[in-house]
């Protein structure tokens, strides 16, 4: 079970959340928020990042147990991704928005298996847009 409480105060240790009513954030979506959870912020504390990794694989052991892989949302959730994997001794990849332009082209970075139960790892949510183009791109690839 997680304790959503203390990652809550973990957070507002390390002031990664930031209220601003008059002066709403702007997200990735376009969304207007009062509230914004800078979780970069988070890796710069290592007792505390080690905490939230904690908490976070408690989640993915309890929720997804027959996870074979871990996929990392490009730009923040691969960190988050990376760690959780390294945690809970779980192959790891992670998804571009879009294939490089160089190099092999590469939109997967990573070794998967076609078939493998993927856990996609996102460092925040609003619509979803990008976590279900990181899905869309997994099922054409490793779910085929």
Same mark, same amino acid.
């Given at each position: 079970?997680?304790?959503?409480k203390a990652v809550a105060?973990?957070?507002?240790?390390?002031?990664?959340? =930031?209220?601003?009513?008059?002066?709403?954030?702007?997200?990735?979506?376009?969304?207007?928020?009062?509230?914004?959870?800078?979780?970069? =912020?988070?890796?710069?504390?290592?007792?505390?990042?080690?905490?939230?990794?904690?908490?976070?694989?408690?989640?993915?052991?309890?929720?997804?147990? #027959?996870?074979?892989?871990?996929?990392?949302?490009?730009?923040?959730?691969?960190?988050?991704?990376?760690?959780?994997?390294?945690?809970?001794?779980?192959?790891?990849?992670?998804?571009?928005?879009?294939?490089?332009?160089?190099?092999?082209?590469?939109?997967?970075?990573?070794?998967?298996?076609?078939?493998?139960?993927?856990?996609?790892? #996102?460092?925040?949510?609003?619509?979803? =847009?990008?976590?279900?183009?990181?899905?869309?791109?997994?099922?054409?690839?490793?779910?085929?």
């Amino acid at each position: 079970m997680t304790d959503a409480k203390a990652v809550a105060e973990k957070l507002l240790q390390v002031n990664a959340i =930031k209220l601003n009513p008059e002066t709403p954030f702007t997200w990735a979506s376009g969304w207007k928020s009062p509230i914004y959870c800078d979780n970069r =912020k988070v890796l710069s504390f290592p007792y505390i990042r080690d905490f939230i990794k904690s908490e976070m694989c408690n989640v993915i052991f309890d929720k997804f147990p #027959e996870a074979g892989l871990l996929a990392g949302v490009a730009t923040a959730g691969i960190a988050w991704g990376a760690m959780a994997a390294d945690q809970l001794k779980l192959p790891y990849i992670y998804v571009r928005p879009k294939p490089k332009e160089h190099g092999l082209g590469n939109q997967i970075e990573g070794f998967y298996e076609i078939g493998q139960k993927v856990v996609v790892i #996102e460092d925040l949510v609003s619509t979803g =847009k990008s976590s279900l183009q990181v899905v869309d791109v997994l099922r054409n690839r490793v779910w085929k």
